[in-house]
Nanobody, 122 residues
Framework: QVQLVESGGGLVQAGGSLRLSCAASGRTSSTNGMGWFRQAPGKEREFVAARGWSGSSTNYADSVKGRFTISRDNAKNTVYLQMNSLKPEDTAFYYC???????????????WGQGTQVTVSS
């Protein structure tokens, strides 16, 4: 089992920044892919960004490219999502996920955190 705990959400004005953290514990050796997803009210959960614990390959949704950066600290078993130039449409519940591969497909992630709310005011 892998446990994921997100933190760092909050309320920010448009144009501002937030950094989300996802601390992983348990059998993290069984996962290589770490992803961030988000879900706004009335919408499906959508892919935001992903990367592996090893290597430098990263994937981003088109809507966040150039504004969001996913990074990791292997020593702390923590993945981060730096979010800059935030827009009201970025408002959502953000989830961290872990799985065996780096992928944009949510069904391929086996473990999920409880999520953290991000609200961007206009």
């Amino acid at each position: 089992q892998v446990q994921l705990v997100e933190s760092g959400g909050g309320l920010v004005q448009a144009g501002g920044s937030l950094r989300l953290s996802c601390a992983a514990s348990g059998r993290t050796s069984s996962t290589n892919g770490m992803g961030w997803f988000r879900q706004a009210p009335g919408k499906e959960r959508e892919f935001v960004a992903a990367r592996g614990w090893s290597g430098s390959s990263t994937n981003y949704a088109d809507s966040v490219k150039g504004r969001f950066t996913i990074s990791r600290d292997n020593a702390k078993n923590t993945v981060y999502l730096q979010m800059n130039s935030l827009k009201p449409e970025d408002t959502a519940f953000y989830y961290c996920a872990a799985g065996p591969i780096v992928t944009i497909r949510r069904e391929q992630y086996a473990y999920w955190g409880q999520g953290t709310q991000v609200t961007v005011s206009s």
